[in-house]
């Protein structure tokens, strides 16, 4: 266009020559204009239906298959996002018994009874089908653990007991028996009532002993 522009202004082209030049550049740059638009339409609609996630996690759970129309608001699938918890849900008749920065002994079944601690850091006030909701921080969670159940040991309220190793309880006929000292250091096998008591080697003494009274271990002279 300017080596025509250049030979009309030496008296060589003709003005009309010119005019006609200049149209034609016209309309070739709308055809690229145009074919610049239809190239970016045709981009925009290639990326529709393309759904963004809020953040960077682990799909729990995808409830509309691919290419399934949607609509504004539908849930298209659950995603984990920041670090992973324990969430527990109980009766909430103990919600009471909870607090924030409590520590909790968690147990995976099917992890060989390894038992880890986790501390309570959230205690939602909102209560569903009678059930109340907290998550705990346990370190070193996996992110394949997530979904799966497993067994937490939560204290629920306090009262006094009296417990005892093992070793001091010894079985005969279905009936449980400890070597108590009498007043006069003689010892004598009476029978109690025992019960499982953590996870320990202890049980507790539901009856046949009273708090001061001294036992011992079972094979102990009378």
């Known amino acids: 266009m300017g080596r025509i522009r ?3 202004d030496s008296g060589i082209y003709a003005k009309a020559r010119l005019e006609q030049s200049e149209a034609a550049a016209k ?4 055809n690229l204009k ?3 638009a239809q190239a970016g339409a045709s981009a925009e609609l290639a990326n529709q239906g393309a759904v ?5 996690g682990k799909v729990l759970h995808a409830a509309v298959p691919i290419g399934t129309a949607v609509m504004a608001g539908q849930t298209i699938a659950e995603v984990t996002a920041g670090p992973l918890v324990v969430r527990l849900e109980l009766p909430e008749g ?3 018994s909870l607090k924030l920065g409590d520590r909790v002994a968690l147990e995976a079944a099917n992890a060989g009874g390894t038992v880890r601690q986790g501390t309570i850091i959230e205690i939602y006030p909102s209560i569903t089908n009678g059930q109340m909701t907290a998550d705990l921080q346990v370190a070193g969670l996996a992110s394949d653990r997530i979904g799966q159940r497993i067994r937490a040991h939560i204290q629920v309220g306090q009262r006094p007991a009296i417990t005892v190793p093992k070793r001091f309880i010894m079985s005969r006929y279905g009936i449980d028996f ?3 000292v009498q007043a006069n250091n003689q010892t004598s096998d009476v029978s109690v009532q025992t019960a499982p008591y953590g996870a320990g080697d202890a049980v507790e003494i539901l ?3 009273r708090a001061g009274d001294v ?3 079972a094979g102990a002279a009378q």
Request: positive net charge; charged residues 10%.
């Open 34 to 36: 145009a074919a610049r």
């Open 178 to 180: 400890v070597r108590l």
């Open 94 to 96: 103990q919600a009471a």
């Open 27 to 30: 309309a070739a740059a709308a």
């Open 52 to 56: 963004l996630a809020p953040a960077d």
């Open 207 to 209: 009856s046949g002993l």
């Open 215 to 217: 036992i011992v271990a």
């Open 6 to 8: 250049t030979l009309y």
